[in-house]
RNA sequence: GGCGGCGUAGCCAAGCGGUAAGGCGACGGCCUGCAAAGCCGUGAAUCCGGGGUUCGAAUCCCCGCGCCGCCUCCA
């Protein structure tokens, strides 16, 4: 184990911050709500992935041995409601947003899950689970459908701090003439004509939403979970549910630690499908850096709401784009002379110290990663001014460097996943994409730079600005350093 | 109505009882052919308002005000 401290997080269960103790270590186990596969996915999907792939990361970085499980759930009402409305086969539209879905992850480079199951594909585990809560008497059986009976279940409510008689006065589900009370939710619900189905012991019909992620969590990690991730809005019902069903079938505690992050927002109003006031990871994708992306996910705490607006994510854009460039010097600095570190150089060596330690107390501390990429922006520009205002580096300055580099690859590269690239190619990746926007092409472009550095060098100054302000027009800044030029798009 | 959260510089944001991190932007000087960049320097008598606890509060308590989330599908 790496930690000097222990990692503390909040505990939706007890709402507080707890330390992490996981059941057996070094195993932990963590299941994460991933999508319904019914639409393209939007930022508010890609902060639960990014949120969870790191803290991912971080485990595997603190020694854990982590089975990640990020379920799919692949059939429900709404995916057989826009299947009917596009007038195509249920199966063609889930794989369609699937893939879409797997394209995101990859293109923002998160980890892959241990597994990845989909709610379709363990029907008979999910048949199973149900059939122990009615053996158990929580569940009753009801003209084809099943339902959990929620006044069984005594300690119902308590994830999400509500109690069932308050539940019941403030019910706003439909009534419906075939459960016992308005609080009972369905685990099978029958198959009418033309809807997908299986067979069971209660006829033709499909998984209710929330008892594919208890069968599957039980499949693959075991009765008593460590982990259990999703957004906030999740807390109620699914995973209040959840709960019941798991707990009611197996009698064991079904989660030790919960954790929600917030949602994204849109002016203050919560991003959402039925508001209309989302970005598709496909619009962001095409014009900003995936790493952009997710050091603006994680800029702000993983449990407060976090505003979405364009420029909010340019100025992030802008913070990485100088990352970059630090991590270029430093991937390109070469020592002229022998000698020993250098006054300035000690005093380096010792913020590298202190980033590191700084870094990851940060993450420790109930997954801090706004403080964490605080830590590592300060720390990065001291590594550029040392950088820029000592070009004759030392040789023992210079393995320094080196070892600075390797330190931000291994904290902020590897937990993080940012500055996980190297410098040219994320140039190449970014000024690409937002070339394609303005219909140039890169190599257009680096002429035209090299035709204004050459005509600098022999003071055609009248030629150099002229190129200069034609690059201008394309919105593309030129930034001179004493060896070379280099440029952005804004 | 019930439960929960939030309100910190122009904007984003950390802060969890010891005297306000970080990013973006802005301003002044140096540098530069001129810009940009870089370098040097400048920012919150103050953390929504009002009380209280404390030697000490952005941080704890109480009362307001404003915003948001969940209670129905939702990451």
């Known amino acids: 184990m790496k930690q000097k401290k222990n990692l503390r997080i909040y505990n939706s ?4 911050i707890e330390k992490f103790v996981p059941s057996n270590p070094p195993k932990v186990t963590m299941y994460v709500c991933g999508i319904t596969a019914y639409d393209s996915s939007h930022l508010g999907h890609a902060r639960s992935a990014v949120v969870f792939d790191v803290f991912y990361r971080l485990l595997k970085y603190l020694g854990y041995e982590v089975v990640y499980v990020r379920n799919i759930t692949d059939i429900d009402d ?11 086969f249920w199966r063609d539209l889930t794989e369609r947003y699937i893939k879409e879905y797997e394209e995101v992850t990859k293109a923002l480079g ?13 029907i008979s585990e ?6 122990k809560l009615v053996e158990n008497g929580l569940a009753y059986q009801s003209n084809g459908d099943v339902y959990f009976e929620v006044a069984k279940f005594p300690s119902y409510g308590k994830l999400s701090g509500r109690k069932i008689e308050e539940l019941i006065a403030g019910v706003r589900i439909e009534v419906s003439q075939k ?6 939710f369905a685990l099978w619900k029958s198959a009418k004509p033309d809807e997908p189905f299986w067979e069971s012991p209660w006829g033709k019909g499909r998984p209710g939403w929330h008892i594919e992620c208890s069968a599957m969590a039980l499949k693959y990690l075991g009765e008593t979970i460590d982990i259990h991730g999703g957004g906030l809005d999740l807390i109620f019902p699914h995973h209040e549910n959840e709960i019941a069903q798991s707990e009611g079938a197996t009698g064991k505690p079904f989660v030790k630690y919960f954790i929600h992050h917030g949602l994204i927002t849109v002016n203050g109003e919560k991003m959402s499908k039925s508001l209309g006031n989302f970005v598709t990871m496909e619009y962001l994708l095409n014009r900003f850096h995936p790493e952009v992306i997710k050091a603006f996910l994680l800029s702000t705490h993983y449990r407060s709401p976090l505003d979405y607006s364009e420029q909010n994510i340019k100025n992030m854009e802008k913070a990485i784009y100088r990352f970059y460039e630090t991590l270029y010097w430093l991937r390109k600095a070469q ?10 150089a000690r005093k380096l060596e010792r913020s590298l110290n202190e980033f590191e330690e700084n870094f990851i ?28 205002r000592n070009p004759n580096l030392t040789t023992e300055e210079s393995l320094l460097l080196e070892k600075i580099d390797k330190k931000i690859k291994e904290l902020s590269g590897k937990i993080l996943g940012i500055g996980e690239a190297e410098p040219e190619e994320f140039w190449k990746v970014e000024r690409t994409k937002k070339l394609q926007s303005i219909g140039k092409n890169l190599q257009e472009i680096e002429n035209l730079v090299k035709q204004r550095e050459k005509a600098r060098k022999e003071k055609n100054f009248v030629l150099a600005d002229k190129i200069r302000d034609e690059l201008k027009s394309f919105g593309i800044i030129l930034k001179d350093t004493k060896t070379e030029t280099f440029w952005y798009m804004e």
């Open 361 to 388: 107390s940060a993450l420790l501390d109930d997954f801090n990663t706004a403080l964490a990429m605080g830590y590592l922006f300060s720390f990065e520009n001291e590594v550029y001014n040392f950088i820029t």
């Open 110 to 122: 998160l980890l892959k899950p241990t597994y990845e199951p989909r709610a379709s594909e363990h």
């Open 179 to 184: 459960k016992r009370n308005p609080l009972d």
């Open 126 to 131: 999910i048949i199973a689970l149900i059939e």
């Open 13 to 16: 269960l007890t709402k507080k």
């Open 335 to 344: 020592p002229l002379k022998e000698g020993l570190l250098s006054e300035k």
């Open 78 to 88: 709404k995916i057989i409601n826009r299947s009917n409305k596009e007038g195509i």
